[in-house]
């Protein structure tokens, strides 16, 4: 793990803003990261707060090797504070951030302020949140906090303004690939799961077994089996795939990324396809479609999601799809 901003990978606009500020000593004292889970937010958090308590700077980051950087690494720098719901709870609750309050007011042990990061703060309670303000406001001992967040708008829009808002993309797999590698996963195995990933470092050790590829091929093959099955089939079929919304999205998700690989086969068999491990059976399977009824399939499993995702029942939902697609004509 680095602790130096210009190491972190992928997110070089923000990085720059950061380092911009640094440099001309105009932190805000607040700020919110926004983006997915595994995308560098938090690495770019721990190298701000470094570059604030390193007592070695180089170059205008942090060295990485004094007591304050590796006690950052290691997790126990006494003035570095995390706040999250607690392991048993779904919420960070108004007790919570009374006592982030009473530590903030302290003086700091080590470094020259204290910090905080607030993970996920659209976790917060409403009271906690409220109960927060004040402090968004004007931290006590120009006290830093860092909240980090997938989604922005799930936040009071009165926390929101308090706070510099800095956007993080998702991760290019060029990036995601390199970053897999540099933290010693086998370039074969990170050249697989890097596409899959959704620009989530997370996502891709989460894809980074057997399972998840089998499970890519087992909806391959049920999509295979569905132009020649019976509707009552077909239900069985769409109840072994998926159950709850959740993982109805995440179905959808990876139906749309097979079927836009078939497409990509028939339109530029040269590209790198994002399921590369099924291109064999992509090509089959794609092959029996014209180019046209696979542009149909893309849509409607499209439509399905935004159905799914809307008020719908999903199980419904994903037995209609099958159904639907089972009678694409075929080529
Ligand atoms: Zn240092």
Do not use: W
Request: aromatic share 4%.
């Amino acid at each position: 793990m680095t602790l130096r901003l210009r190491e972190v990978i992928g997110q070089d606009r923000t990085v720059d803003a950061l380092r911009r500020a640094i440099a001309g000593n105009r932190v805000a004292h607040a700020y919110l990261f926004e983006g997915i889970n595994g995308c560098g937010r938090r690495t770019t958090a721990l190298a701000l707060v470094a570059s604030l308590f390193c007592r070695q700077l180089v170059a205008g980051e942090a060295c990485g090797i004094c007591p304050s950087c590796k006690k950052l690494v290691a997790g126990n720098h006494p003035d570095l504070h995390l706040l999250q719901p607690l392991p048993d709870k779904r919420d960070i609750s108004i007790e919570q951030v009374r006592e982030l309050q009473q530590m903030l007011a302290l003086r700091p042990f080590e470094a020259p302020r204290k910090a905080c990061l607030i993970e996920p703060a659209e976790r917060m309670s409403t009271g906690a949140a409220n109960s927060l303000l004040k402090t968004l406001e004007e931290p006590p001992g120009h006290g830093l906090l860092i909240l980090l967040t997938n989604q922005a708008d799930l936040l009071l829009p009165t926390v929101r303004s308090r706070c510099q808002h800095l956007r993080f993309a998702p991760l290019d797999t060029p990036d995601l690939t390199a970053l897999l590698q540099q933290q010693g996963m086998d370039p074969a195995v990170a050249a697989t799961v890097a596409p899959l990933a959704q620009g989530s470092l997370d996502e891709a050790y989460n894809l980074n077994g057997d399972e998840a590829r089998a499970e890519r091929q087992t909806v391959l093959e049920a999509l295979h089996l569905a132009r020649h099955q019976q509707a009552a089939t077909l239900f069985d079929t769409s109840e072994r795939l998926a159950s709850g919304r959740d993982e109805t999205l995440e179905l959808f998700d990876i139906i749309l990324s097979l079927l836009r690989d078939m497409l990509l086969l028939h339109t530029t068999p040269a590209v790198r396809l994002t399921n590369d491990f099924l291109a064999e059976k992509l090509r089959v399977e794609g092959e029996r479609f014209p180019p046209a009824n696979l542009i149909e399939a893309l849509e409607l499993a499209l439509e399905t999601r935004r159905a799914v995702q809307g008020n719908v029942n999903p199980k419904l939902a994903l037995e209609c799809f099958l159904l639907r697609y089972s009678r694409l004509r075929i080529a």
